[in-house]
């Protein structure tokens, strides 16, 4: 059954009602900023952390809407995008998600009809993004006010986020899975606007990309991240 068919009426409040959302993003902080902006548009949301968890939600139930991180610690995002915009798969409405507005060309070539560059605070834009892919019959006639407030996400998602990459520290024993944490590092630094940590993570992967030494990056890293985690508030 087209998911489609069966969506409540929305109203002008709650323009996604009836949606439900799958989101596939490794960071809470980042996952719990798409989840206020589905709940106050209306949308039900399901989140999977990863490739394999995403193919396990897929298996029992088939969403209107997929939000695609494109840095999966178990793959890249580009693969499930492109499998949900070609064959049986298919859905009506997959965006990308990315903290690196350089991956756009790749996420549309995978066949994503939205980017959204992180952070994604803007209730407006992220509203007017998903509306715009859907069948006109499922769309709110008539103007109606533009939500103009911003998301702000729980800090303590942040500070969970923070104690994981900690431990993904502590346990890396290869180049792959460094790269993977200077990568989810950056997202999620750029999503809570943590200048000074999303600058580490940066020169940590220029450094991965450049095969070059890392051992004083690795140490500054762990040093912020013990600060983090630290700390009552994450920022």
């Known amino acids: 059954m087209d998911p489609l068919e069966t969506i409540a009426a929305p109203t002008a409040s709650r323009p996604m009602l009836g949606l439900t959302v799958l989101v596939v993003e490794d960071s809470l902080y980042a996952s719990e900023a798409l989840r206020l902006l589905c709940l106050r548009s209306g949308a039900r949301i399901r989140r999977a952390d990863c490739l394999r968890s995403a193919h396990r939600h897929l298996q029992v139930y088939r ?33 990308a998600m990315s903290g690196d507005p350089g991956t756009e060309a790749a996420a549309r070539e995978a066949g994503a009809q939205i980017f959204f560059e992180k952070p994604m605070t803007s209730l407006a834009a992220f509203q007017q993004a998903i509306l715009a892919q859907l069948p006109e019959e499922y769309r709110r006639s008539g103007p109606r006010a533009l939500p103009a407030e911003p998301i702000e996400p729980d800090p303590v998602a ?54 070059q030494p890392i051992r004083s990056d690795l140490g500054q890293l762990a040093g912020l991240l013990q600060a983090r985690v630290g700390q009552r508030m994450a920022i």
């Not at 809407?65 to 049986?88: C, H, Q």
């Open 63 to 95: 969403p209107s809407v997929a939000v695609v991180d494109l840095g999966l610690p178990d793959g890249s995002g580009a693969e499930l995008i492109g499998e949900l915009t070609r064959g049986a798969a298919r859905l009506g409405v997959v965006a």
């Open 158 to 211: 942040y500070k969970d986020d923070m104690a994981h990459a900690a431990e993904l520290l502590q346990e890396a024993t290869d180049r792959q899975t460094l790269f993977y944490l200077g990568q989810f590092l950056q997202g999620v630094a750029r999503c809570a606007g943590d200048e000074e940590l999303q600058a580490a993570a940066d020169h940590l992967s220029s450094r991965l990309a450049e095969d």
